[in-house]
């Protein structure tokens, strides 16, 4: 099955480029695309996050820093090209289309944060940033909570919608402080089996540990795949001085 997925409606999040890279005239350019499934908190809606992606700027989905739950499958280098480029405006659109193959199937679960692929993301490496499965449900105003399995660090997170701050860690698996609601977010209730992932904060940059590397994403009508089914997605960047 091959899906295009063309300029999504539900671009999330805009990270400054601040990573130096000389090849490309001294910024690090975002053309890798990766998936994922939808975030537990609002798995079955067909729209992520549950705030709506009308948002304006700085609002809603803007606070986002994370996939909400990235899958197995490998990251892909998208194919970039410049598909717009209008003097009179001073925009430009560059546009990047990758293509991702299921090395496994996903279908719906009991399970609110795996199964369907339902999202799609742009970042800047193929390298994941690390993840952990929170162990029990995490009301909203909790601040300690554990992970499955992993080792936990000082950093900042994405937890479905929410951006959580973790300050001090116990053990392995526990944290044992949590800021919650940072970057803008709400604190939100989490279940049993979401994903705990690096986000990539404005102005933290690599001192984050396992820094996220997320530039944008999306989210769609949850999408079950077969072992070997891919989709192919299709970015869209506008630009404009």
């Keep these: ?6 300029g999504f409606e539900y671009i999330t999040q805009w990270m400054a480029l601040t990573n130096n890279n000389a090849s490309n005239g001294g910024w690090t350019v975002p053309s890798v ?3 994922g499934g939808a975030n537990g908190s609002n798995a079955t809606s067909t729209v992520l996050p549950a705030s709506a992606p009308t948002t304006t ?8 820093v994370g996939p909400f739950q990235e899958f197995s499958e490998a990251r892909t280098v998208g194919t970039a090209s410049i598909i717009g480029n209008t003097a009179a405006t001073g925009t430009v659109t560059t546009q990047f ?9 996903h279908t719906a679960t009991t399970n609110a944060s795996t199964g369907e692929v339902a999202e799609s993301f742009l ?18 105003g909790a601040t300690s909570f554990t992970v499955a399995s992993g080792t936990l660090v000082n950093g900042y997170y994405q937890l479905d919608n929410e951006v959580v701050h973790i300050t001090s860690v116990t053990g392995n698996t526990v944290a044992s402080v949590v800021s919650r ?14 994903t705990l992932t690096f986000g990539n904060i404005p102005g933290v940059g690599s001192s984050n540990p396992s820094n996220g590397d997320i530039f944008a994403h999306a989210g ?14 299709t970015w869209q960047i506008n630009v404009t001085s």
């Design 220 to 233: 769609f009508i949850g999408l079950s795949l077969n072992n070997g089914d891919s989709v192919q997605f």
């Design 97 to 105: 289309v990758g293509t991702i193959t299921a090395t496994s199937a």
């Design 33 to 35: 695309i990766g998936w």
């Design 123 to 140: 970042a800047f490496t193929t390298t994941k940033p690390a993840s952990y499965t929170v162990n029990s449900a995490v009301t909203a």
């Design 181 to 194: 609601a940072q970057n803008g977010s709400a604190a939100n209730a989490a279940a049993s089996g979401d």
């Design 57 to 64: 700027q700085g609002t809603g989905q803007w606070f986002d």
């Design 1 to 6: 099955m091959n899906v295009t997925n063309r």
